[in-house]
């Protein structure tokens, strides 16, 4: 809601916990630590350093696991986002697993920032949950799971109305919603080789370049914090900065390995928020 170049990297190397934990650093679980005991360690609230250690059962700390105590300026508010300090060896496809979100709600959040070029102790916004476009999003079934009716993403903007679809010849391989699993899945659409994604409305493109298993992606800054993102284009046809009318072609649209159809990824945004397409699209 992920990448490549974006390659995926581990994190920065592991440190005891011996003498202490220092606060920004990944540490390693010996016997007898606890979660309270390393925060007492770092002088960092149990809180902070359970939320940034998602998944990990404070009762079930093993011997030899690494837990990530997070630095003092970061922060991890109950309903997000993260405020989260780039480590080495850090891309957004890794932190967007460590953290059950998506590469492309990291790089919506982060419009400034190039993900081919994180540099460390660089502070950024990490969205939490309701990630389209993650890591299984971008593999395609040719019979679409059921979706199930997404959560109420709040008032949309009331200019975000009758947009014209990204693609002229398409149909609907997979509906925007839930799948089986409960992981929100963006909007997949198949078209006939040759075909064009175009922009949705005016806007800025704040990002094309490559991510990891979402191929060559288009993400389009609009009025009143709205984002259209395009994935698994071929071939980009603009460039990271350029203002787009309505319309104007953005990448052509590949075949897609898994599928052997030609497969557009379509997503759309409020303030980084996934939308159901179909309220905004004519």
Not at 145 to 164: E, K, M
Request: hydrophobic share 35%.
């Amino acid at each position: 809601m992920l990448l490549l170049t974006l390659v995926l990297a581990g994190c920065a190397g592991s440190a005891g916990v011996g003498g202490g934990s220092p606060a920004g650093h990944w540490v390693t679980i010996q016997r007898g630590d606890t979660l309270g005991e390393l925060a007492r360690r770092a002088e960092v609230p149990l809180v902070r350093l359970r939320r940034f250690n998602p998944g990990v059962s404070p009762r079930g700390l093993a011997v030899g696991q690494r837990i990530l105590v997070p630095a003092h300026e970061e922060r991890a508010p109950s309903g997000g986002p993260y405020r989260y300090r780039v480590r080495a060896g850090d891309t957004y496809s890794a932190i967007a697993r460590r953290f059950d979100t998506s590469p492309v709600s990291i790089a919506t959040a982060n419009a400034g920032i190039s993900p081919t070029d994180l540099k460390v102790g660089q502070l950024i916004s990490v969205p939490l949950h309701g990630g389209s476009a993650s890591s299984g999003g971008a593999s395609s079934s040719a019979t679409p799971s059921r979706p199930q009716p997404p959560a109420d993403p709040g008032p949309v903007p009331g200019d975000a109305r009758d947009w014209p679809w990204p693609l002229d010849d398409y149909r609907v391989a997979r509906a925007f919603g839930k799948d089986d699993r409960g992981t929100l899945q963006p909007m997949l659409l198949a078209t006939d080789q040759g075909a064009r994604a175009m922009a949705v409305a005016d806007g800025e493109v704040r990002f094309a370049d490559s991510m990891r298993q979402l191929g060559r992606v288009v993400i389009v800054h609009h009025p009143d914090n709205l984002q259209s993102v395009y994935a698994l284009c071929g071939t980009l046809l603009v460039d990271s900065g350029t203002e787009v009318r309505r319309g104007t072609p953005l990448c052509t649209v590949d075949r897609h390995a898994s599928t052997g159809r030609f497969d557009l990824l379509f997503d759309l945004r409020h303030g980084g928020k996934p939308i159901d397409p179909r309220g905004v699209l004519r």
